[in-house]
């Protein structure tokens, strides 16, 4: 007999989907069938029950080879690794449930090492901005309910968020948007057609690198002032009807991805585009919300907040929290020289920094933490495999709205491998023995 | 003026962070009470001597007190963060946040400096004879007050950001600079005499940038008003006045709403 688990929350992206439903063995230990999940988030579920999975810790050989150690050793490695180093960068984060992360950072403050998550290379503008000058914003559940302007700014979710668009932002009927997508209309900003930008009412191809110059020209057009006849290769025709139908909604929300995030402009695109709804709000109601990547990214940014105050890039070296991205940030850290050891844990930054980044990596004493063989594994000393979050552990999330989401286990991990929490668990144990920190 | 010199005479493997480095914190001192300053590695403390040797002797007060640091800084942090009086020499290239905060005294960088050179900087001078990094006279991070007074001078080229949410002094900058010059300024003045790229005076409030080069991509959020003959630095010359950026708040004075000022030269 099989089971059917229902309510299942999908750990891949920053939409954390809750209704999943999966079929299981009858021994609890296979996953069968998934349902409602998008093809990547049907994946990530098939993923864990890949036959060549590693299941017990690997450490690189002087010859490139790996030997497998136990987990033991694996704890041993990695605390002398942290308590030795002066200045250890502990990057990732994103893939894992709260509780690990509280308890990373317990590890790091005992160590004085740097915290970064994955926001540093999508969303971490969008965070400097939001401290620059606020953020308006609110949950998935009322742009289903109400929202009648729709704006992708540099972001495509028919690709990266796939049910993104038929449970929250363009199809689903609300209460007050009982006509589904006719309730709406669709505004589309990016250099590129996308597959989004095929669904827009109206698509604004700005020019390469030009977003700035566009948002702030729709808020010239929204005070009524002059505007050149071209902005950013956009008629100014346009930008003022652009600026008239964003005021005309009854309640506008402008998602934003990293087509903004991380080109020319950065944290001042965001900047921008968080003003103009600011400035949306003299005439409707208008709210702004980042398309966050990484299923629990947004949980990273909110438990490194609560215990330290910043929501990444955090230097603790000196014993107290220091954040300036750009200095603590871990690609500026990493090709600057600036740590001396590298722990990374739920992310792939050797598939995502750039290579003078991975080399420094692999230049150092460093551990990766993943249920998968990676970029990042492939270059660290030791690996250390762990179960999947959201399938064979549960824990807590933060949906790309902030809003706090239990995720399930489904499966148990196969026999005798550890997770997350309990790996880092027995690694705080031994740091504070090193480092003499009472229990 | 007294002067103390620091000669290297080691390299940390990592970066040192030299927050103590300032005539403040040196004046009064004897060479040894000098050399047991701590410095930073990492999450590590070491005496000063360890890494510098000290030879000299500091003023009674900052303001009497001259440092010259030998050789290479281009791996020290803070060098002169917050100092009050006093003057610093940096014979070599200096690393971040040089100046950060400081409120007098004067700084002379031989070589380059990286980013954040005069972060939240409030007087005194800073003078560098090369290149800036990116933030240069800006405010650090989630701060709305950037440089407010006193007076940076790039004679080379600087980076991008340079006086992010300035509000007061002046930065002169001989060469070029990068993206976003003045963003979110509500005054100081900003001078280039080289050229600029583009995002010039973004959600700029209040205060002046001149630029005598070309401006790339002029924000959609400036309008032209007239001619004007200004003197500049020295230099006299015809400048068109733009004023902007329209899309910000503006506040009125007499009636009249106060814009920032965009001076292009002609
Ligand atoms: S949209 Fe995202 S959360 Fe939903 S099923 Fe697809 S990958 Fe999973």
Redesign the pocket.
């Known amino acids: 007999m099989t089971k059917t688990i229902t309510d299942v929350?999908?750990?891949?992206?920053?939409?954390?989907?809750d209704d999943?439903e999966v079929t299981v063995s009858d021994d609890g230990k296979k996953i069968l069938e998934v349902f409602?999940?998008?093809?990547?988030?049907?994946e990530?579920f098939h993923h864990a029950m890949a036959k060549d999975r590693p299941v017990r810790p690997r450490m690189q050989q002087a010859d490139g080879t790996y030997k497998e150690v136990s987990y033991d050793e694996a704890v041993e490695y990695t605390a002398q690794m942290l308590a030795n180093a002066k200045k250890p960068l502990m990057y990732g984060w994103s893939s894992t449930n709260c509780e690990a992360q509280s308890i990373g950072h317990e590890i790091a403050e005992a160590v004085g090492a740097v915290v970064d998550n994955t926001a540093a290379v999508c969303h971490g503008t969008t965070l400097i901005a939001v401290q620059d000058v606020g953020i308006p914003s609110c949950t998935l559940g009322e742009i289903k309910n109400r929202a009648d302007r729709i704006l992708f700014w540099g972001c495509n979710?028919a690709h990266a968020?796939?049910?993104?668009m038929s449970?929250y932002s363009i199809f689903p009927r609300g209460f007050f948007t009982g006509k589904g997508s006719q309730s709406r209309k669709l505004i589309v900003v990016d250099p590129r057609h996308s597959d989004t930008s095929k669904l827009a009412d109206v698509y604004y191809q700005v020019e390469q690198g030009r977003d700035y110059e566009l948002l702030q020209a729709f808020r010239t057009a929204l005070k009524g002032e002059w505007l050149p006849d071209v902005v950013a290769g956009i008629p100014k025709e346009r930008i003022y009807e652009g600026a008239e139908l964003m005021k005309s909604g009854r309640f506008g929300i402008i998602f934003f991805g990293m087509g903004v995030t991380q080109t020319l402009g950065k944290n001042h695109n965001i900047d921008a585009a968080i003003s103009l709804t600011k400035d949306l709000n003299e005439y409707t109601k208008f709210s702004i919300m980042p398309m966050r990547g990484h299923?629990n990214v947004t949980g990273s940014g909110e438990v490194l907040a609560w215990q330290f105050g910043f929501p990444y890039s955090v230097d603790l070296s000196r014993g107290y929290a220091r954040y300036n991205p750009g200095d603590t940030s871990s690609i500026d850290l990493l090709i600057r020289g600036e740590v001396d050891s590298v722990f990374t844990i739920a992310s792939d930054p050797g598939a995502h920094f750039p290579i003078s980044a991975v080399k420094r990596i692999a230049s150092l004493p460093s551990v990766a933490v993943d249920p998968h063989i990676t970029p990042t594994t492939e270059v660290s000393k030791l690996h250390v495999p762990v179960a999947f979050v959201g399938i064979e552990v549960g824990g807590n999330a933060y949906r790309m709205d902030n809003v706090p989401i239990d995720t399930r286990k489904v499966v148990d991990p196969p026999e005798g491998v550890l997770t997350d929490e309990q790996f880092l668990e027995r690694v705080l144990i031994r740091v504070k023995e090193l480092k003499g920190v009472k229990a | 003026m007294n002067t103390v010199t620091l000669t290297p005479k080691k390299q940390s493997d990592l970066y040192l962070e030299v927050n103590n480095i300032t005539p403040d914190m040196f004046a009064g001192k004897s060479t040894e009470q000098i050399a047991a300053l701590p410095v930073y590695v990492g999450n590590t403390e070491h005496p000063l001597g360890e890494f510098f040797t000290v030879t000299g002797a500091a003023g009674a007060s900052a303001a009497e007190t001259r440092i010259v640091i030998k050789g290479d800084s281009s791996r020290l942090k803070y060098i002169g963060m917050k100092m009050t009086a006093g003057e610093i020499e940096v014979e070599g290239s200096a690393d971040q946040y040089v100046g950060g905060w400081m409120a007098g005294g004067k700084i002379h960088v031989q070589g380059n400096v990286q980013a954040f050179a005069g972060v939240g900087m409030r007087g005194g001078e800073l003078l560098v004879d090369g290149n800036a990094g990116d933030y240069l006279g800006a405010a650090y991070r989630g701060d709305w007050r950037g440089m407010q007074g006193g007076k940076i001078y790039i004679k080379g080229n600087a980076g991008s950001d340079l006086g992010y949410f300035m509000n007061g002094g002046t930065i002169v900058v001989d060469g070029d600079v990068d993206v976003f010059v003045g963003t979110h300024a509500e005054g100081g003045t900003i001078i280039i005499k080289g050229n600029a790229k583009s995002k010039v005076g973004g959600q700029m409030v209040q205060g002046e940038i001149y630029v005598f080069g070309t401006i790339d991509v002029m924000l959609p959020g400036y309008i032209y008003r007239q001619e004007l003959e200004k003197e500049v630095e020295g230099m006299k010359g015809k400048f068109a006045l733009f004023e902007g950026d329209t899309a910000e708040r503006h506040p009125k004075r007499k009636g009249q709403l106060q814009y920032a000022k965009l001076y292009l030269k002609q």
């Open positions: 929350i999908c750990p891949f992206c920053g939409t954390l989907c999943i409602n999940a998008c093809a990547i988030g049907n990530k979710p968020h796939p049910r993104h449970r299923y």
